[in-house]
C-alpha cells in the first residue's frame, strides 16, 4: 500500500532562519511526488512536481528535492509570508492515479 | 480563468438530512477528484472521474455518499443521511492528467448537527 509520511508535523521558525521539511514515501512505480501549499480556509496550492531521483525544483525560497525514498522542501530565508501548512503526495503506478497525500507539516514564520 | 468553483462555501445542516455539494472544473481538464480533509485523516480521495465516468471509488465511506458528473462542466457529491460525523472540508480538484498538479478548489466547509 502506497505511503506517505511528513516531518515534523509542526515547524516554528525565526525569519530567515532557514530549514528543511521531509516527505518520506512508499510506492510501487513512482510517476510523480508534488508538494501544495495551504493556507488556513483555503485549498491546496500546487508548489511542484518531481520525477525521478535526483531532481530538484525552485520557487523563491522553496526548494525541492527528490530521492528514492523521501522528499525534501527546503525553506531558505523564510519570510512570515511563508507560514501555512505544506503537504506532500505520491502518485504510484499501482494506484490507477490518485494522489495519496502526507498529513502535512505545518510552518510558523516569526517575524 | 476562474479556477475550480465549489458551493457551497459553507453548509451547516441537521442529522439525517440531504446535502449537495456542487463542483465546477477547469475547462479542458478531463480528471475531476472530490477529497475530504479532516484533521484527523487529512485529506482523502472519495472519487474521481475521467472524461465524467467514475474510475475509483473505493473512498467513498458507504453508500450514504454518491457522486455524478454529468457533463465536463459540473459534479455533485450527495450525503444522505448526513450525519455528525460527515463534518468535514470536502474539495473538488481538477487536473489535465492524472500526473500532473491538481487545481483545488476552495473546499465546502460542512457542518452536521
Known amino acids: 500500500e502506497d505511503q506517505v509520511t511528513q516531518s515534523p508535523e509542526a515547524l516554528r521558525l525565526q525569519e530567515g532562519e532557514s530549514s528543511s521539511l521531509n516527505c518520506s514515501y512508499t510506492v510501487s512505480g513512482l510517476r510523480g511526488l508534488f508538494w501544495y501549499r495551504q493556507d488556513p480556509g483555503k485549498g491546496p496550492e500546487f508548489l511542484f512536481t518531481?520525477?525521478?531521483a535526483g531532481e530538484e525544483k525552485e520557487k523563491e525560497r522553496l526548494k525541492a528535492t527528490l530521492t528514492k525514498k523521501e522528499s525534501f522542501l527546503h525553506i531558505t530565508a523564510p519570510k512570515p509570508e511563508d507560514s501555512a501548512t505544506y503537504l506532500c503526495a505520491v502518485h504510484g503506478s499501482g494506484n490507477t492515479g490518485k494522489l495519496i497525500f502526507g498529513q502535512g507539516t505545518t510552518l510558523q514564520v516569526k517575524p | 480563468d476562474a479556477g475550480v468553483i465549489q458551493s457551497p462555501r459553507h453548509e451547516v445542516t441537521e442529522m439525517g438530512q440531504e446535502v449537495t455539494l456542487r463542483c465546477k472544473p477547469i475547462?479542458?481538464?478531463?480528471?475531476l477528484f472530490w477529497y475530504r480533509q479532516t484533521m484527523m485523516r487529512g485529506l482523502e480521495l472519495l472519487i474521481y472521474f475521467n472524461n465524467n465516468v467514475p474510475i475509483d471509488d473505493s473512498g467513498m465511506p458507504e453508500d450514504r455518499f454518491s457522486a455524478k458528473m454529468p457533463n465536463a462542466s459540473f459534479s455533485t457529491l450527495k450525503i444522505q443521511p448526513s450525519e455528525p460525523r460527515d463534518s468535514a472540508v470536502y474539495f473538488c480538484a481538477s487536473s489535465l492528467k492524472t500526473y500532473y498538479g491538481y487545481t483545488f478548489g476552495s473546499g465546502t466547509r460542512l457542518t452536521v448537527v
Open positions: 475547462s479542458g481538464h478531463d480528471y
Open positions: 518531481l520525477y525521478s
